[in-house]
């Protein structure tokens, strides 16, 4: 198999493992609120892998809240 096959099958089945978290996120409340409180030992335990540097913050959506990301500035 290519590398280019290998990783388009890697980042498939990445993706399915995250939806299939979310959905469980979704009718979890005990689930909803250990990742709100613990984000990436949470998403660790889900096989979520998050770099030790990198901060993961978690929030509920607001339909009348929006949040505007910015590209790291030159």
């Known amino acids: 198999m290519s590398e280019r096959v290998e990783a388009a099958e890697q980042a498939k089945q990445q993706k399915e493992q995250h939806?299939?978290?979310l959905n469980r996120v979704m009718v979890d409340?005990?689930?909803r609120k250990?990742?709100?409180q613990q984000p990436k030992e949470?998403?660790?335990e889900a096989g979520i892998?998050?770099?030790?540097?990198?901060e993961v913050t978690v929030v509920?959506?607001?339909p009348k809240h929006?949040?505007?990301f910015l590209p790291p500035a030159r």
């Open 19 to 21: 939806e299939e978290f």
């Open 29 to 31: 409340p005990a689930l």
């Open 34 to 36: 250990r990742l709100k």
């Open 42 to 44: 949470v998403l660790r």
């Open 49 to 54: 892998d998050v770099p030790p540097d990198v």
């Open 60 to 62: 509920d959506f607001d």
């Open 66 to 68: 929006r949040y505007l």
